[in-house]
Protein backbone atom coordinates (compact mmCIF):
# COMPACT_ATOMS: atom_id res chain seq x y z
CA UNK A 1 0.00 0.00 0.00
CA UNK A 2 1.21 3.40 -0.85
CA UNK A 3 -0.07 6.03 1.64
CA UNK A 4 0.42 10.51 0.64
CA UNK A 5 0.62 12.23 3.37
CA UNK A 6 -0.62 15.87 2.29
CA UNK A 7 -0.28 18.84 3.27
CA UNK A 8 -3.67 21.19 3.08
CA UNK A 9 -3.43 24.64 0.81
CA UNK A 10 -2.44 28.24 1.66
CA UNK A 11 -4.92 30.34 3.46
CA UNK A 12 -5.24 33.88 4.56
CA UNK A 13 -4.20 33.06 8.11
CA UNK A 14 -1.33 31.19 6.25
CA UNK A 15 -0.30 34.60 4.77
CA UNK A 16 -0.76 36.62 7.67
CA UNK A 17 1.60 34.48 8.94
CA UNK A 18 -1.04 33.69 12.11
CA UNK A 19 -1.19 30.73 14.50
CA UNK A 20 -4.50 28.38 13.01
CA UNK A 21 -3.97 25.18 15.25
CA UNK A 22 -7.40 24.25 16.10
CA UNK A 23 -9.14 27.04 14.39
CA UNK A 24 -11.52 25.65 11.07
CA UNK A 25 -9.47 28.30 8.37
CA UNK A 26 -10.73 28.04 4.83
CA UNK A 27 -8.13 27.87 2.00
CA UNK A 28 -7.68 31.30 0.50
CA UNK A 29 -7.38 31.90 -3.63
CA UNK A 30 -4.09 30.75 -3.61
CA UNK A 31 -4.34 27.72 -1.75
CA UNK A 32 -7.22 26.55 -3.91
CA UNK A 33 -5.03 27.19 -6.88
CA UNK A 34 -2.61 25.12 -5.34
CA UNK A 35 -5.02 21.93 -4.68
CA UNK A 36 -6.41 21.98 -8.27
CA UNK A 37 -2.99 22.12 -10.05
CA UNK A 38 -1.88 19.08 -7.59
CA UNK A 39 -5.14 17.61 -8.41
CA UNK A 40 -4.78 17.96 -11.71
CA UNK A 41 -0.98 17.14 -11.68
CA UNK A 42 -1.77 13.39 -10.32
CA UNK A 43 -4.27 12.53 -12.90
CA UNK A 44 -2.10 13.16 -15.49
CA UNK A 45 0.19 11.45 -13.69
CA UNK A 46 -2.14 8.28 -13.51
CA UNK A 47 -2.51 8.72 -9.65
CA UNK A 48 -5.58 7.92 -8.07
CA UNK A 49 -6.35 6.80 -4.71
CA UNK A 50 -8.61 4.00 -3.34
CA UNK A 51 -8.72 5.43 -0.11
CA UNK A 52 -9.16 9.23 1.30
CA UNK A 53 -8.76 10.45 4.99
CA UNK A 54 -8.86 14.05 5.91
CA UNK A 55 -9.15 16.23 9.15
CA UNK A 56 -12.29 17.20 9.42
CA UNK A 57 -11.04 21.18 9.18
CA UNK A 58 -12.26 22.73 5.63
CA UNK A 59 -8.65 23.57 4.92
CA UNK A 60 -7.56 20.35 4.83
CA UNK A 61 -10.97 18.76 3.48
CA UNK A 62 -11.37 21.28 0.90
CA UNK A 63 -7.63 20.01 -0.15
CA UNK A 64 -8.56 16.69 -0.30
CA UNK A 65 -11.93 17.02 -2.06
CA UNK A 66 -9.90 18.89 -4.83
CA UNK A 67 -6.83 16.72 -5.07
CA UNK A 68 -8.17 13.80 -5.46
CA UNK A 69 -11.50 14.02 -7.61
CA UNK A 70 -13.58 12.14 -4.82
CA UNK A 71 -17.24 13.18 -4.00
CA UNK A 72 -17.45 15.16 -0.77
CA UNK A 73 -19.46 11.45 0.69
CA UNK A 74 -16.65 10.06 -0.03
CA UNK A 75 -13.95 11.84 2.18
CA UNK A 76 -13.80 9.97 5.55
CA UNK A 77 -12.76 12.61 7.98
CA UNK A 78 -11.09 11.99 11.31
CA UNK A 79 -10.67 13.97 14.05
CA UNK A 80 -7.66 12.14 15.09
CA UNK A 81 -6.05 13.71 12.27
CA UNK A 82 -7.20 17.34 13.10
CA UNK A 83 -3.73 20.06 13.74
CA UNK A 84 -2.14 20.26 17.07
CA UNK A 85 -4.58 22.44 19.27
CA UNK A 86 -2.28 25.43 20.20
CA UNK A 87 -4.44 27.03 22.79
CA UNK A 88 -4.21 30.35 24.10
CA UNK A 89 -1.28 30.90 21.22
CA UNK A 90 -3.91 30.54 17.81
CA UNK A 91 -4.21 33.34 16.24
CA UNK A 92 -1.62 35.54 16.77
CA UNK A 93 1.40 36.32 14.29
CA UNK A 94 4.21 34.16 14.61
CA UNK A 95 6.84 36.42 14.71
CA UNK A 96 5.42 38.06 17.75
CA UNK A 97 4.74 35.12 19.95
CA UNK A 98 8.33 34.14 19.19
CA UNK A 99 9.80 37.36 19.88
CA UNK A 100 7.42 37.94 22.70
CA UNK A 101 9.48 34.52 24.16
CA UNK A 102 6.16 32.51 24.75
CA UNK A 103 5.34 29.06 24.53
CA UNK A 104 5.74 29.11 20.70
CA UNK A 105 9.10 30.55 20.95
CA UNK A 106 10.45 26.64 21.41
CA UNK A 107 8.11 24.73 18.56
CA UNK A 108 10.01 24.72 15.97
CA UNK A 109 13.87 25.14 17.34
CA UNK A 110 13.17 23.06 20.17
CA UNK A 111 10.38 20.17 20.62
CA UNK A 112 10.98 18.94 23.23
CA UNK A 113 10.98 21.86 25.33
CA UNK A 114 7.76 22.67 23.73
CA UNK A 115 6.34 19.39 24.73
CA UNK A 116 7.21 19.77 28.32
CA UNK A 117 5.84 23.35 28.72
CA UNK A 118 2.88 22.73 26.61
CA UNK A 119 2.04 19.95 29.39
CA UNK A 120 2.04 23.06 32.05
CA UNK A 121 -0.37 25.26 30.14
CA UNK A 122 -4.35 23.88 30.16
CA UNK A 123 -5.49 25.26 26.87
CA UNK A 124 -2.40 23.61 24.69
CA UNK A 125 -1.96 19.90 23.54
CA UNK A 126 1.03 18.99 23.59
CA UNK A 127 3.22 17.19 20.64
CA UNK A 128 3.13 14.13 22.59
CA UNK A 129 -0.62 13.79 22.26
CA UNK A 130 -1.12 14.74 19.05
CA UNK A 131 1.68 11.80 18.68
CA UNK A 132 -0.81 9.47 20.30
CA UNK A 133 -4.04 10.10 18.66
CA UNK A 134 -2.21 10.58 15.12
CA UNK A 135 -0.55 6.67 16.00
CA UNK A 136 -4.15 5.52 16.90
CA UNK A 137 -5.28 6.75 13.54
CA UNK A 138 -2.79 4.31 11.91
CA UNK A 139 -2.85 1.99 13.83
CA UNK A 140 -6.68 1.67 13.76
CA UNK A 141 -7.72 2.68 10.29
CA UNK A 142 -4.49 2.44 8.21
CA UNK A 143 -3.24 -1.13 9.23
CA UNK A 144 -6.63 -2.35 9.19
CA UNK A 145 -7.63 -1.83 5.56
CA UNK A 146 -7.95 -4.69 3.44
CA UNK A 147 -4.83 -6.29 1.89
CA UNK A 148 -5.35 -5.52 -1.80
CA UNK A 149 -5.52 -1.65 -0.69
CA UNK A 150 -3.68 0.30 -3.76
CA UNK A 151 -3.20 3.59 -2.74
CA UNK A 152 -4.29 6.28 -0.12
CA UNK A 153 -4.48 9.62 0.39
CA UNK A 154 -4.02 11.50 4.15
CA UNK A 155 -5.02 14.87 3.87
CA UNK A 156 -3.86 16.80 7.41
CA UNK A 157 -1.68 19.81 8.11
CA UNK A 158 2.08 20.87 9.28
CA UNK A 159 2.13 19.58 12.80
CA UNK A 160 -0.11 16.75 12.34
CA UNK A 161 1.43 15.50 9.38
CA UNK A 162 4.95 15.47 11.03
CA UNK A 163 3.74 13.16 13.70
CA UNK A 164 2.14 10.70 11.11
CA UNK A 165 5.34 10.47 9.59
CA UNK A 166 7.38 10.14 13.14
CA UNK A 167 5.02 7.08 13.89
CA UNK A 168 6.24 5.61 10.14
CA UNK A 169 9.61 6.31 10.90
CA UNK A 170 9.34 4.25 13.99
CA UNK A 171 10.61 7.33 15.65
CA UNK A 172 10.15 8.16 19.34
CA UNK A 173 12.60 10.98 19.72
CA UNK A 174 10.81 14.65 19.67
CA UNK A 175 14.17 16.25 19.39
CA UNK A 176 13.48 15.01 15.83
CA UNK A 177 10.15 15.95 15.16
CA UNK A 178 10.31 18.35 12.51
CA UNK A 179 12.52 15.57 10.40
CA UNK A 180 13.66 16.96 6.88
CA UNK A 181 11.26 19.98 7.65
CA UNK A 182 7.99 21.25 7.46
CA UNK A 183 5.81 20.17 4.39
CA UNK A 184 5.54 23.47 2.20
CA UNK A 185 1.63 23.51 1.60
CA UNK A 186 0.13 21.45 -0.76
CA UNK A 187 3.51 19.37 -0.53
CA UNK A 188 3.11 15.67 -0.31
CA UNK A 189 5.27 12.65 1.12
CA UNK A 190 4.79 8.84 0.10
CA UNK A 191 5.41 6.11 2.19
CA UNK A 192 4.88 2.69 1.89
CA UNK A 193 2.98 -0.11 4.23
CA UNK A 194 3.97 -3.83 3.65
CA UNK A 195 0.88 -5.47 5.73
CA UNK A 196 2.57 -8.49 5.89
CA UNK A 197 5.61 -7.68 7.73
CA UNK A 198 4.03 -4.83 9.35
CA UNK A 199 6.85 -2.64 7.89
CA UNK A 200 6.82 1.28 6.53
CA UNK A 201 9.69 2.64 3.83
CA UNK A 202 9.07 6.48 3.90
CA UNK A 203 9.51 6.52 -0.87
CA UNK A 204 9.56 10.60 -1.17
CA UNK A 205 9.46 13.59 0.72
CA UNK A 206 8.13 17.30 0.40
CA UNK A 207 7.30 16.96 -3.03
CA UNK A 208 5.21 19.91 -4.83
CA UNK A 209 2.91 19.40 -8.14
CA UNK A 210 2.13 22.84 -8.84
CA UNK A 211 4.17 25.37 -10.62
CA UNK A 212 6.85 27.37 -9.69
CA UNK A 213 4.91 30.98 -10.18
CA UNK A 214 2.90 30.07 -7.16
CA UNK A 215 5.88 28.24 -4.99
CA UNK A 216 6.87 32.05 -5.12
CA UNK A 217 3.86 33.30 -3.85
CA UNK A 218 3.17 30.65 -1.05
CA UNK A 219 4.00 32.14 2.65
CA UNK A 220 7.41 30.73 4.02
CA UNK A 221 6.59 29.82 7.77
CA UNK A 222 8.88 27.67 10.60
Known amino acids: ?92 IVEEMVKNEVLFQYFKEDPIRYNILSEQEESTESIQELMNRTEDFMKDVIEKLPADTGRVLISAHGAANKALLMYIRGESDLGLFWGDGLQPNCGF ?20 YYSSEIMEKAPKLL
Open 1 to 92: MEIYILRHGTTEWNSQHRIQGSNDIALDTLGLRMAEETGKSFRDRGIGFDRVYSSPLSRAKMTSLLVSGFAENEIITDERLKELNFGFQEGH
Open 189 to 208: DIAEYDASKHEYRILDSNIV
